[in-house]
């Protein structure tokens, strides 16, 4: 049994020592996980404040806008492969490294069109070289985010959760000095543009040199231990065949980013750049707090969500009713404490003219609950074979975005693009949840908080 998964995981005779062990070691792998992200979420806001500083507000809003078109072409370059290898290595283990090669081939080329279509939008803006500098300099950050999101699951297979938070973390720092420099010396736009092109390539280097061993089928796999005599991969799947069976994913995580970013870029070509500099900084605010359940359900349970869904029900169904829930409350709770903190910060550090960032935050804080409480029971339909379902979902709350975004841009502007977030985080979280109790947790008798008591620190199944 996999240290990491005892929390859920069924086990033989009680041993509370080794279980409350085995639970700690699950907490320390959580924890530095969860240190990473605070690292990265305040190393992202350090990089918005000085640049909103030390840039002209046209000039910062021309650069959150370009990265907002980064962040939602990465999942393109990526293709879903990331999800992907989690799903295969979770199902078949070792057979899955015959998905390996080719997968990379995909993303390859998707990283090469990507690139090449970012290079044409920058020759667009030949009117503005400053702005088509910056977009093609960006260029490169694609590549870098589609490298750090094999990455991160190489690491969750792997089980290295100190390499994965280290990864994580080490762009943003970069990024921080960057802006450090622009700040200090007084730097231009492209100046930053550029400094952010050099840790893109950074970056994509050292992912390179971690993936190595995977990419070879040399490394061990968590929750898979190798065994004399093993079966061997089989041969390569064809490109074709990887490309089908990560449509689903790829469509997944561009629906989940539309919600971050179009808001920022839709607001930009209605309003101008200054209004995007305003929007920008809030939903840099709601991107740092996103990443709580991302943490949880993307890079620590994902994996192990694959595996008990082949053989644990009752791990399911403890997922499901106090991973839901507790994320409910605790988006709750995140969520006054961000509009307690921002009213009276995003002024103070930013500035006068970004005094209606700090009220648009105060709406946009509406979604942090359902957002939380959505990535729970979608991590269900992941996992449980209705992913081609859970797609349908994250389309329609997609479409009612862009609608919502369309018909209250015009009207309210950066507010009405703040509620159209709103609306779409709710009808999300309802069909989510919807979906997971009758199709997942059906009629099944929900486990109680003694049955979890007794999985978490004794290892034992709760009694049929």
């Not at 960006?138 to 870098?144: E, I, P, T, Y």
């Not at 991160?152 to 762009?171: C, I, N």
């Not at 839709?266 to 809030?282: D, I, K, Q, T, Y």
């Not at 995140?334 to 009220?359: D, Q």
């Amino acid at each position: 049994m996999s240290p990491a998964s005892v929390d859920l995981d069924q086990g033989g005779p009680a041993r509370p020592v080794a279980a409350r062990g085995r639970v700690a070691r699950v907490l320390i792998h959580l924890s530095m996980l969860g240190l990473s992200q605070v690292g990265v979420t305040v190393a992202a806001f350090v990089t918005q404040i000085l640049l909103a500083r030390s840039l002209p507000q046209a000039a910062f809003g021309t650069m959150t806008a370009a990265l907002a078109v980064v962040s939602l072409t990465a999942p393109l370059a990526v293709f879903g492969v990331s999800e992907l290898w989690l799903q295969r290595f979770g199902q078949e283990g070792e057979r899955a490294y015959r998905w390996v090669g080719p997968s990379l081939r995909l993303v390859l080329i998707a990283c090469v069109l990507i690139v090449a279509g970012m290079l044409a939008w920058a020759v667009a803006e030949l009117r503005d070289p400053a702005e088509g500098g910056v977009r093609a300099l960006l260029a490169c950050v694609v590549v870098a985010q589609a490298a750090l999101a094999l990455v991160a699951s190489v690491q969750q297979l792997r089980g290295a959760y100190g390499g994965l938070s280290a990864l994580q973390a080490a762009p943003h720092l970069g990024r921080v000095l960057v802006v450090l420099a622009v700040w200090l010396f007084g730097l231009s736009v492209l100046s930053a543009a550029a400094g952010y092109a050099v840790v893109a390539v950074l970056t994509v280097v050292a992912c390179a040199v971690v993936m190595r061993p995977f990419v070879r089928g040399e490394m061990p796999l968590e929750g898979h231990p190798r065994t004399a005599g093993a079966e061997p991969p089989g041969p390569a799947v064809p490109v074709t065949a990887v490309a089908r069976a990560a449509t689903p994913f790829v469509l997944g995580n561009v629906f989940y980013l539309l919600g971050i970013y179009l808001g920022t870029v839709a607001v930009a070509e209605l309003r101008g750049p200054e209004a995007a500099a305003v929007l920008s900084v809030p939903m840099s605010v709601l991107t740092a707090v996103y990443l709580v359940p991302r943490v949880a359900f993307q890079q620590y349970f994902l994996a192990k969500l694959h595996r008990w869904s082949q053989t644990d029900r009752d791990a399911i169904l403890m997922a499901y009713r106090y991973g839901g829930t507790g994320m409910l409350a605790l988006g709750a709770v995140i969520a006054v404490l961000v509009v307690l903190c921002g009213l009276p910060g995003l002024p103070f550090l930013l500035g006068a003219e970004y005094r209606e960032s700090a009220t648009v935050l105060a709406v946009l804080a509406l979604a942090i609950p359902f957002r939380f409480a959505g990535a729970a029971v979608a991590s269900l339909l992941t996992s449980g074979g209705l992913l081609r379902r859970k797609v349908v979902y994250q389309g329609v709350g997609a479409l009612v975005f862009v609608v919502a975004l369309a018909v209250a841009t015009p009207f309210w502007g950066i507010m009405g693009a703040a509620a159209a977030t709103v609306v779409a985080e709710i009808v999300l979280c309802a069909l989510f949840w919807i979906a997971v109790r009758r199709r997942v947790v059906g009629d099944a008798d929900l486990p109680s908080w003694h049955d979890l008591r007794l999985r978490l620190t004794r290892g034992t199944p709760r009694a049929s």
